[in-house]
């Protein structure tokens, strides 16, 4: 598990980056074949440690009475506890291929596979931790939005650092989405003719007290007004009632363009994580059988994705799992148009610590049409 090149001078090249930042924006900044997202970091916390290689999080679990078994080591990063304070630590692993080793067609930054399962290996060993008691559920979910708003990261790595997700990887259902599935509406004389697609969103609402979440229909389309002599069900997917613990996983089968969606669900964290567990093993869920346990796989013709909110111009918007700042400028273009140059007005604004600070970055670039988004982030021009 490993990032394409160890460039050790990575981490270097990021302290000195931040020697000129500013403790009131973000800066994206062009490190060699990627963009770096530096985040708002006061000059004067450049001694000792660097601090784009560690941060501490006091009061980042209510109960610290478990004090064995709880620190993390990963390739990538690691964690360790004192108390109910966490210092993590970023390893000076690069992000980028090794040089001469980039795809001629390659001009945004590429996570490698490995990459992604080093990713992955730390938030599911933050899962593990939180199965044996180390942290609940929501200090989960806070450890992971400090460390993509924290460190300075390429914004794909810190997108999917918080949520998971891509071609393998799962990512657990919070409000922070809504779900989107486009299912086939078939002929009513012939099943194998497809005359429409249905597309169905769900609302993720979370519960009153509590990291729980409870998945509903909120909407049907389709995408012709006028489908005669339809075969569709008005509900692709049938989800408990009851608020449950929800996760989503992508795998892919026999090439990496052939991804697959499974869902489970459970009431309890720590059941929810062992069917994961079981599920990587043998990923069917007629092989999974556990009390308190749902699985689906939609059919192979369902298209299952997640978006987010964010605000383009005053208007919230939802773009998929991983958008751009190109996909939320597409959301407001008028259809059969497309997203041209970068607008000299643009503006993006991101949160740090509760409080929405800018984003500097180049205009006359138009690396910046790949900024991928975060729920929250508003841009404008």
Not at 106 to 117: C, F, N, T
Not at 227 to 249: N, T, V, W, Y
Not at 354 to 375: A, C, N, Q, W, Y
Request: some cysteine; hydrophobic content about 40%; overall charge neutral.
């Amino acid at each position: 598990m490993r990032f394409g090149s160890c460039e050790r001078a990575w981490v270097l090249g990021i302290a000195m980056v931040l020697l000129d930042g500013c403790e009131h924006s973000y800066r994206l900044q062009q490190r060699g074949p990627a963009a770096i997202l530096i985040p708002p970091v006061p000059p004067l916390a450049l001694t000792g440690v660097p601090p784009a290689s560690e941060i501490k999080l006091p009061k980042a679990r209510r109960d610290p009475a478990i004090l064995n078994g709880c620190d993390i080591q990963t390739d990538l990063l690691t964690l360790q506890w004192f108390g109910n304070t966490a210092e993590i630590r970023l390893k000076s692993e690069s992000y980028f291929p090794a040089p001469g080793d980039e795809r001629a067609e390659e001009i945004a930054p590429r996570a490698y596979l490995d990459a992604s399962q080093g990713l992955e290996a730390f938030r599911r060993a933050l899962d593990d931790r939180e199965a044996k008691g180390c942290l609940s559920s929501d200090e989960v979910q806070r450890v992971k939005a400090a460390i993509a708003e924290r460190f300075p990261l390429p914004p794909s790595i810190a997108h999917a650092i918080r949520f998971g997700g891509g071609a393998t990887g799962f990512v657990d259902l919070t409000a922070d989405f809504r779900m989107k599935v486009v299912s086939p509406i078939r002929s009513a004389g012939n099943p194998k003719e497809i005359i429409d697609y249905q597309v169905a969103y769900y609302a993720l609402t979370p519960e009153p007290k509590g990291t729980r979440i409870h998945v509903s229909l909120s909407s049907v389309s389709t995408s012709q007004s006028k489908s005669q002599g339809k075969s569709s069900s008005k509900e692709p997917i049938d989800f408990p009632a009851s608020f449950r613990f929800f996760r989503l996983l992508f795998r892919t089968d026999v090439s990496s363009a052939d991804h697959f969606a499974t869902m489970l669900s459970a009431e309890d964290e720590g059941a929810l994580n062992e069917a994961t567990r079981r599920f990587d093993m043998e990923p069917a869920c007629m092989a999974l059988s556990m009390p308190g346990v749902t699985c689906v796989t939609p059919p192979q013709d369902f298209s299952v994705n997640l978006e987010f909110s964010v605000w383009v111009n005053g208007k919230q918007v939802f773009i998929p799992l991983g958008g751009t700042i190109s996909d939320a400028m597409r959301s407001v273009t008028p259809l059969g148009k497309s997203v041209g140059q970068v607008p000299t007005t643009l503006r993006v604004r991101r949160l740090f610590r509760g409080h929405l600070l800018p984003v500097k970055f180049d205009s006359t670039k138009e690396d910046i049409l790949r900024f991928v988004l975060m729920p929250g982030d508003k841009i404008a021009w």
